[in-house]
């Protein structure tokens, strides 16, 4: 048998419009008037309490009815009302009678301002607050909620003088305990009897928390009706916050059938929340003076400070237990093994905190359980239903089968679980399981409100008439998890997900860094690429006054480009590490005198420069080789350039440039942008030092970098680099031509780099230039029309040209690779091309490339 709330259904309870009963309880009355202050409706007996003999009626002017001081009174009070549920009152007052002394509630509630009032109780008014001041102290100090709320009991009993008074406890399904009771002794105690959360219907429990305060003085009293029963508008007055509403019919049946003639409520409210009440009964009518009801209320609200203090200081009890439980775990599981290998270690070191019967863990789909637990296909089918939960939610659940189907398959074994999510996406978790436990509930009277049948065949639901102890038998439940574990376990989720973040499998932990080192070199390379276009973009801007015409134009960028590809070339071909200065010198030579190299010679120990200073030191020597071949030593047969590397007594590199043998220097008449590159980029760049002179036998010029962008080459560094050259000057396989050269086929998945290279083939006198983007076009034009040479892109987006390569080979057609990858230059000679092509290449590349192929 469950512990679910009995059949039938209660909700008719719930919807009952108990705060518009349209009457009130005899000992006192009340007024509502409109902010006009005319009075809208009035209690039958509003002039008797008065003791006026002034009729009343609806439509009259309050002033009409009351004393001028009294309504300055009331008006004052009404000023004084800040909360939309506040109440003031006012004890003591003459309202319409000088000999009449009352004391009043006021609040304002759907437009209108209710006024009540009752005898006013001049003994009461000043024993009230002398009682209540040492029952107050006595409630400090106390630590424990239970020893707490049993004193508490005793003093609001001695306070209010009724039979019996209870702290009434809700629990989290809504179901309600005793758990503190000060009673007489010939009465029977309802001491830890639970009660159904029936009994205090949902709008009753709303109410509870608007209006702090229940008195129901005399059960047999008659109610007082108020009139009209219904305003102009057609809705009765809204009594929520009225101290003397009337009672349902069936509360007042209720508590005959208790045996109670008087009843007293006083909420108790934790954080916002209605935690319980105090009820008070009373075995015969009692009607309690308004001020020492006020006593009560205070009483109340003091005792509340002091019970959410106990809680807390409880919670935080809690929370240094499980903090402890964290640095535990912590040193357990600190070793690198999974959660789901560490489930024995987690079960012996939570089972002192939260006791179990089994426990589970399930991360990234794998399965393991310890003790008392589904089978991993009987977990398997709870998935689903675990992750349609609120995300990183802990849920104690003593009755699962009842929230999930697929629990039935194993209720018999397991029927409570704590569930811990440790993962948002996937769902991972870690479950504690308890037993089905058999248990016995003492429920105060049975919990099934009875159904009677009417004349007319109506149903009605009556309340219960025997409040004896009534025990059920529950043996499909676990024991409740209770607030404290629920607590433990959330900062156990806390840890778990720490554990799982530090202790994670080495693969996965190599997949983060790996990620990450991706990202950094996607920011890296972004950032370089970005660098790269905007001082391509300065070349392109500030060489355009140097050229007259578009070839000269073309032919201007273009070097400055291929001098920063080189460069860049030979930084990549060390990782992004300084690279040596004599072989950039050398690729600049080469491009300019392929064959005449002897007439250039370079002195002194090679030195590495580093990536930031080896782009600017290309661009420099790059424009001292252009005006070299253009108008210096090296623009004849002659003329010889000597290029010296030394260091200072700084140890700064210093260049020293000198040309011989070629014509009359002049003195250059007007200073273009390759003027400003050789004098100013390594000053403003490097912060080094630059100077040229324009020497009648010869440009001489010196250059100093400085030496916190250098690194000596050492003998091994040498050694290396003649075993790299060695093995790039081994013959490579190449194709024949016969006859004169016609036809070359272009792979390029880059459309405008296919257009560029022929244009540049057809200037050159490539008749037939067919072009493919991709590797299945390419070998289609092969088989439709055999090239006498080839240009091959090698990285074709998602395919390289390998196979086009291998059918050339096969028809002995010679090849070129063409890349952007500098450093798989080696790599790629050995695939059988006769050149690889880097790129950025310019039509002076493809000439040379086609003179060799010719040659060849």
């Given at each position: 048998?469950?512990?679910?709330?009995?059949k039938?259904?209660?909700t008719?309870?719930?919807?009952?419009?108990i705060?518009?009963?349209?009457?009130?309880?005899?000992?006192?009355?009340?007024?509502?008037?409109?902010?006009?202050?005319?009075?809208?409706?009035?209690?039958?007996n509003?002039?008797?309490i008065l003791?006026?003999?002034?009729?009343?009626?609806?439509?009259?002017?309050?002033?009409?009815?009351?004393?001028?001081?009294?309504?300055?009174?009331l008006?004052?009070?009404l000023?004084?009302?800040?909360?939309?549920?506040?109440?003031?009152?006012?004890?003591?007052?003459k309202l319409?009678?000088?000999?009449n002394?009352?004391?009043?509630?006021?609040h304002t509630?759907g437009?209108?301002?209710?006024?009540e009032f009752?005898?006013?109780?001049?003994?009461?008014?000043?024993?009230?607050?002398?009682?209540?001041?040492?029952?107050?102290?006595?409630l400090?100090?106390?630590?424990?909620?239970?020893?707490?709320?049993?004193?508490?009991?005793?003093h609001?009993?001695?306070?209010l003088?009724?039979?019996?008074?209870?702290v009434?406890k809700f629990?989290t399904?809504?179901?309600?305990?005793?758990?503190?009771?000060a009673?007489?002794?010939?009465?029977e105690p309802?001491?830890?009897?639970?009660?159904?959360?029936?009994?205090?219907?949902?709008?009753?429990?709303?109410l509870?928390?608007?209006?702090?305060f229940?008195?129901?003085?005399?059960?047999?009293?008659?109610p007082?009706?108020?009139?009209?029963?219904?305003s102009?508008?057609g809705?009765?007055?809204?009594?929520?916050l009225?101290?003397?509403?009337?009672v349902?019919?069936a509360?007042?049946?209720?508590?005959?059938n208790?045996?109670?003639?008087?009843?007293?409520s006083?909420s108790?409210?934790?954080?916002g929340?209605?935690?319980?009440?105090f009820?008070?009964?009373?075995?015969?009518p009692?009607?309690l003076?308004?001020?020492?009801?006020?006593?009560?209320?205070l009483?109340?609200?003091?005792?509340?400070?002091?019970?959410?203090?106990?809680?807390?200081?409880?919670?935080?009890?809690?929370?240094?237990?499980?903090?402890?439980?964290?640095?535990?775990?912590?040193?357990?599981?600190?070793?690198?093994?999974?959660?789901?290998?560490?489930?024995?270690?987690?079960?012996?070191?939570?089972?002192?905190i939260?006791?179990?019967?089994?426990?589970?863990?399930?991360?990234?789909?794998n399965y393991?359980a310890?003790?008392v637990?589904?089978?991993?296909?009987?977990?398997?089918?709870?998935?689903?239903?675990?992750?349609?939960s609120a995300t990183?939610?802990?849920i104690?659940?003593?009755?699962?089968?009842?929230?999930?189907?697929?629990?039935?398959a194993?209720?018999?074994?397991?029927?409570?679980?704590?569930i811990?999510?440790?993962?948002?996406?996937?769902?991972d978790?870690?479950?504690?399981w308890?037993?089905?436990?058999k248990?016995?509930v003492?429920w105060?009277?049975?919990?099934?409100?009875?159904?009677?049948?009417?004349?007319?065949?109506?149903?009605r639901?009556?309340?219960?008439?025997?409040?004896?102890?009534?025990?059920?038998?529950?043996?499909?439940?676990?024991a409740?998890?209770?607030?404290?574990?629920?607590?433990?376990?959330e900062?156990?989720?806390?840890?778990?997900l720490?554990?799982?973040?530090?202790v994670?499998?080495?693969?996965?932990?190599?997949?983060?860094?790996?990620?990450?080192?991706?990202?950094?070199?996607?920011?890296?390379?972004n950032?370089?690429?970005?660098?790269?276009?905007?001082?391509?973009?300065?070349?392109?801007?500030?060489?355009?006054t140097e050229a007259?015409?578009?070839?000269g134009?073309?032919?201007?960028?273009?070097?400055r480009?291929?001098?920063?590809?080189?460069?860049?070339?030979?930084?990549?071909?060390?990782?992004?590490?300084?690279?040596?200065?004599?072989?950039?010198?050398?690729?600049?030579?080469?491009?300019?005198?392929?064959?005449?190299?002897?007439?250039?010679?370079?002195?002194g120990?090679?030195?590495l420069?580093?990536?930031?200073?080896y782009?600017?030191?290309?661009l420099?020597?790059?424009?001292?080789?252009?005006?070299?071949?253009?108008?210096?030593?090296?623009?004849?047969s002659?003329?010889?350039?000597?290029?010296?590397?030394?260091?200072d007594?700084?140890?700064?590199?210093?260049?020293?440039?000198?040309?011989?043998?070629?014509?009359?220097v002049?003195?250059?008449?007007?200073r273009?942008?390759?003027?400003?590159?050789?004098?100013?980029?390594?000053?403003?760049?490097?912060?080094?030092?630059?100077?040229?002179?324009?020497?009648?036998?010869?440009?001489?010029?010196?250059?100093?970098i400085?030496?916190?962008?250098?690194?000596h080459?050492?003998?091994?560094?040498v050694?290396?680099?003649?075993?790299?050259?060695?093995?790039n000057?081994?013959?490579?396989?190449?194709?024949?031509?016969s006859?004169?050269l016609?036809?070359?086929?272009?792979?390029?998945?880059?459309?405008?780099?296919?257009?560029d290279?022929?244009?540049?083939?057809?200037?050159?006198?490539?008749?037939?230039?067919?072009?493919?983007?991709?590797?299945?076009?390419?070998?289609?034009?092969?088989?439709?029309?055999?090239?006498?040479?080839?240009?091959?892109d090698?990285?074709?987006?998602?395919e390289?040209?390998d196979?086009v390569?291998?059918?050339?080979?096969?028809?002995?057609?010679?090849?070129?690779?063409?890349?952007?990858?500098g450093?798989?230059?080696?790599?790629?000679g050995?695939?059988?091309?006769?050149?690889?092509?880097?790129?950025?290449?310019?039509?002076?590349?493809?000439?040379?490339?086609?003179?060799?192929?010719?040659?060849?």
């Amino acid at each position: 048998m469950s512990l679910d709330d009995p059949k039938p259904d209660l909700t008719q309870c719930d919807r009952e419009p108990i705060h518009q009963l349209n009457t009130i309880q005899p000992f006192g009355g009340l007024l509502a008037v409109n902010s006009d202050w005319i009075v809208s409706h009035h209690s039958a007996n509003a002039a008797e309490i008065l003791k006026t003999s002034t009729p009343i009626e609806s439509g009259m002017l309050l002033s009409q009815i009351l004393l001028p001081e009294a309504l300055a009174t009331l008006q004052q009070a009404l000023c004084r009302l800040s909360g939309p549920d506040d109440v003031e009152r006012l004890f003591g007052v003459k309202l319409a009678n000088d000999d009449n002394l009352l004391d009043v509630a006021l609040h304002t509630i759907g437009g209108r301002t209710i006024i009540e009032f009752e005898p006013h109780d001049e003994a009461s008014y000043t024993n009230s607050a002398r009682a209540l001041r040492p029952l107050i102290g006595n409630l400090e100090g106390q630590a424990d909620e239970g020893t707490l709320c049993q004193l508490a009991a005793g003093h609001l009993k001695d306070l209010l003088g009724f039979d019996r008074v209870m702290v009434y406890k809700f629990q989290t399904d809504g179901t309600g305990e005793v758990i503190a009771e000060a009673v007489e002794n010939d009465l029977e105690p309802f001491l830890h009897l639970r009660y159904p959360k029936s009994d205090i219907p949902a709008q009753a429990r709303a109410l509870y928390l608007r209006n702090l305060f229940r008195i129901i003085s005399d059960v047999e009293a008659t109610p007082v009706p108020i009139e009209p029963a219904v305003s102009f508008d057609g809705h009765p007055l809204d009594l929520s916050l009225s101290s003397l509403r009337a009672v349902s019919p069936a509360h007042i049946e209720y508590l005959r059938n208790m045996g109670i003639a008087a009843s007293l409520s006083i909420s108790i409210i934790i954080r916002g929340k209605l935690w319980g009440l105090f009820a008070c009964h009373h075995r015969t009518p009692r009607v309690l003076p308004y001020s020492q009801r006020t006593s009560a209320e205070l009483f109340s609200q003091i005792f509340s400070l002091q019970l959410d203090r106990t809680i807390s200081e409880r919670k935080s009890a809690i929370w240094h237990d499980g903090r402890k439980l964290h640095d535990r775990l912590m040193a357990r599981l600190a070793g690198g093994v999974s959660l789901v290998d560490s489930l024995p270690t987690l079960g012996q070191a939570i089972a002192g905190i939260i006791p179990h019967d089994g426990s589970s863990a399930y991360v990234d789909g794998n399965y393991q359980a310890r003790g008392v637990a589904p089978t991993e296909a009987e977990f398997q089918a709870l998935v689903r239903g675990l992750n349609t939960s609120a995300t990183s939610t802990v849920i104690g659940n003593s009755h699962l089968a009842k929230s999930l189907d697929a629990a039935s398959a194993f209720k018999d074994r397991v029927a409570g679980a704590l569930i811990i999510p440790v993962s948002r996406r996937p769902r991972d978790y870690f479950v504690l399981w308890r037993k089905p436990l058999k248990q016995t509930v003492t429920w105060g009277g049975n919990p099934e409100k009875p159904v009677e049948q009417q004349s007319g065949g109506e149903v009605r639901l009556s309340p219960r008439k025997s409040f004896a102890a009534w025990q059920q038998q529950i043996d499909d439940q676990s024991a409740e998890w209770t607030e404290a574990e629920m607590q433990i376990a959330e900062s156990l989720r806390v840890t778990l997900l720490e554990v799982i973040l530090r202790v994670t499998d080495d693969a996965v932990r190599e997949l983060g860094r790996a990620k990450e080192q991706q990202e950094l070199l996607i920011a890296e390379l972004n950032h370089r690429v970005r660098n790269i276009l905007n001082l391509i973009r300065g070349l392109i801007s500030q060489s355009r006054t140097e050229a007259s015409e578009v070839d000269g134009f073309i032919d201007l960028i273009g070097g400055r480009v291929s001098a920063l590809a080189k460069a860049h070339d030979n930084i990549t071909r060390e990782n992004w590490n300084p690279a040596p200065l004599k072989e950039l010198i050398g690729a600049e030579a080469e491009a300019f005198f392929t064959g005449k190299e002897d007439r250039i010679v370079v002195n002194g120990d090679d030195v590495l420069v580093a990536p930031e200073a080896y782009t600017v030191i290309a661009l420099v020597m790059h424009e001292m080789m252009t005006n070299s071949a253009k108008y210096g030593s090296l623009c004849d047969s002659s003329g010889t350039l000597s290029i010296i590397l030394r260091r200072d007594i700084h140890d700064d590199l210093v260049i020293e440039w000198h040309e011989m043998g070629g014509p009359p220097v002049k003195p250059p008449t007007r200073r273009g942008f390759g003027s400003t590159i050789i004098e100013k980029s390594i000053p403003y760049e490097l912060g080094g030092d630059a100077k040229v002179n324009y020497k009648l036998g010869g440009v001489q010029a010196e250059f100093i970098i400085p030496n916190r962008f250098l690194t000596h080459y050492t003998t091994a560094m040498v050694d290396a680099d003649a075993v790299k050259k060695m093995n790039n000057e081994q013959p490579r396989a190449n194709g024949t031509i016969s006859g004169e050269l016609k036809h070359v086929l272009l792979v390029e998945d880059s459309m405008i780099i296919a257009l560029d290279s022929e244009d540049c083939l057809r200037q050159l006198g490539i008749e037939t230039v067919t072009m493919a983007s991709t590797v299945k076009s390419a070998m289609r034009l092969i088989e439709d029309d055999v090239p006498q040479m080839a240009i091959l892109d090698y990285n074709l987006g998602e395919e390289t040209s390998d196979i086009v390569a291998q059918k050339l080979r096969s028809l002995n057609v010679p090849f070129a690779f063409a890349t952007g990858y500098g450093e798989m230059a080696d790599e790629l000679g050995e695939k059988g091309a006769m050149a690889v092509l880097k790129k950025p290449y310019t039509k002076d590349d493809i000439a040379q490339l086609l003179a060799n192929f010719k040659a060849g």
